[in-house]
């Protein structure tokens, strides 16, 4: 029996122009090369500048996953958006994308899951491909987390960084097997009682302003493994597969530690685990379709590939996808 599959046509993604090092928080703030290192496994990350935006950045993004597809613009009729830094409160950067794209038909929105929202974002635009209400679609994570990070808070501001990744998600059909290629399952969670270990301290409705980045990294590490390996193996009773039918692991980059922490708890070969977190740092959103356009771009991931996404972010949310390339 013929069911309905979402598969990935295309992936691109987009960088500012300013690299910052470790070494460049030198007189911001007392740290060192050496100390970000050992804790997070960070060397650099890229910096939004002047003209350097959200809505930029996804679009440059977006360009790249179309020509990447082979796909024009035009036959995009849905266009989602994860972030957690928008360009403004609205109309949502979603709409502002999809006008420099000049698409004028479809529909698009912003998804806010902070950290997970790639995932959640892919996950939602699967379930209105296969519903039938569009044909074609941009999943697009974008952050520019410069902005709202308290630059003399040593413990968060040298783990993010700003840029974008993307794809082209279009329906297709498979037999309902893990055989099939496409998105073949999906797992998404939250738990609203975590929401002050990582939140930021503003907002219109609260106190009127974008407020900046709180969080207790001690208390997110002690919760990111297990909520992480959790949902992963509920995708992968789902599926009837384990760890070793797994060809590519390609975790949220919020923290290396956490990263290595989770591939040896699920049993997952280091040698399978995509790693960006060395030169982008924490990308929030933006930082699984940053990982994944990288292991496309360099021929890691392949067709036929079983590809695992995961992430865990601000709320707590969290969330995994296991795709067949």
């Known amino acids: 029996m013929s069911v309905a599959r979402s598969l990935i046509r295309g992936t691109g993604s987009a960088l500012p122009a300013r690299v910052f090092t470790n070494d460049d928080f030198a007189g911001i703030v007392e740290t060192s090369d050496e100390w ?8 650099s990350r890229r910096i939004a500048g002047k003209g350097e935006t959200t809505v930029s950045l996804a679009v440059e993004a977006a360009e790249k ?12 009729d849905l266009i989602v958006l994860a972030t957690a830094t928008p360009n403004n409160t609205f109309p949502a950067s979603a709409v502002q994308v999809q006008e420099r794209l000049g698409i004028r038909h479809g529909f698009a929105f912003d998804m806010q899951a902070v950290c997970s929202g790639f995932v959640y974002a892919l996950t939602t635009a699967d379930l209105y491909l296969r519903g039938g209400m569009a044909r074609r679609a941009l999943v697009i994570g974008a952050e520019t987390f410069s902005r709202i990070l308290d630059w003399e808070d040593r413990t968060t501001c040298v783990l993010f960084g700003d840029g974008a990744g993307a794809v082209v998600l279009e329906a297709g059909e498979g037999e309902g097997t893990s055989s099939d290629r496409g998105i073949l399952v999906s797992r998404l969670r939250s738990d609203g009682s975590h929401e002050k270990k990582l939140f930021v301290d503003g907002g219109p409705s609260s106190t009127g302003t974008v407020g900046k980045l709180r969080m207790e990294g001690r208390e997110v590490f002690k919760h990111a493994v297990a909520m992480i390996t959790d949902v992963i193996e509920d995708s992968f009773s789902a599926l009837g597969i384990g760890p070793s039918d797994i060809s590519w692991f390609v975790p949220h980059q919020a923290n290396r530690r956490i990263i290595d922490a989770s591939a040896k708890k699920l049993g997952i070969a280091p040698e399978k685990v995509v790693v960006t977190v060395d030169v982008h740092g924490n990308t929030s959103a933006a930082s699984i379709p940053l990982a994944l356009d990288t292991a496309v771009r ?12 995961e992430a865990m972010g601000g709320g707590f949310t969290w969330g995994s996808v296991v795709i067949r390339w």
Do not use: F, M, N, Y
């Open 36 to 43: 970000i290192r050992q804790r997070t496994g960070i060397v």
């Open 65 to 76: 996953a179309l020509a990447a597809a082979g796909v024009s613009a035009e036959e995009i």
């Open 298 to 309: 360099d021929g890691r991931v392949k067709k036929g590939d079983l590809v695992l996404l």
